[in-house]
């Protein structure tokens, strides 16, 4: 079974950047996503890219998140600029439904 390690948080200053990586122990599937969630919050889709490369974000970071991915190398990319502490959470990713069991997430701290 694919296992998802996602790497790349950490604590960052308001209008810095991430770079997120997602690695699956196997091949990633054709459709990766990455999602959020934020304490007391529902986990919330952030992006999405389908295997011939369209993308897909949530309204909340279009123009400031870029999904990508590599297939040689198993792993999904989250380029994270312009962040807002609205941006904190826990981030995951994963196939789009039905998902795969969830990885331990990244913690992204936006301080203000």
């Known amino acids: 079974q694919v296992q998802l390690v996602e790497s790349g948080g950490g604590l960052v200053q308001a209008g810095g950047s991430l770079r997120l990586s997602c690695t699956a122990s196997?091949?990633?599937?054709?459709?990766m996503g990455w999602y959020r969630q934020a304490p007391g919050k529902q986990r919330e889709l952030v992006a999405t890219?389908?295997?011939?490369?369209?993308?897909n974000y949530a309204d909340s970071v279009k123009g400031r998140f870029t999904i990508s991915r590599d297939n040689t190398k198993n792993t999904v990319y989250l380029q994270m600029n312009s962040l807002k502490p609205e941006d904190t959470a826990v981030y995951y990713c994963?196939?789009?439904?039905?998902?795969?069991?969830w990885g331990q997430g990244t913690q992204v701290t936006v301080s203000s």
């Open positions: 994963n196939r789009p439904y039905p998902y795969r069991p």
């Open positions: 196997g091949s990633i599937f054709s459709a």
């Open positions: 890219v389908n295997s011939g490369g369209t993308t």
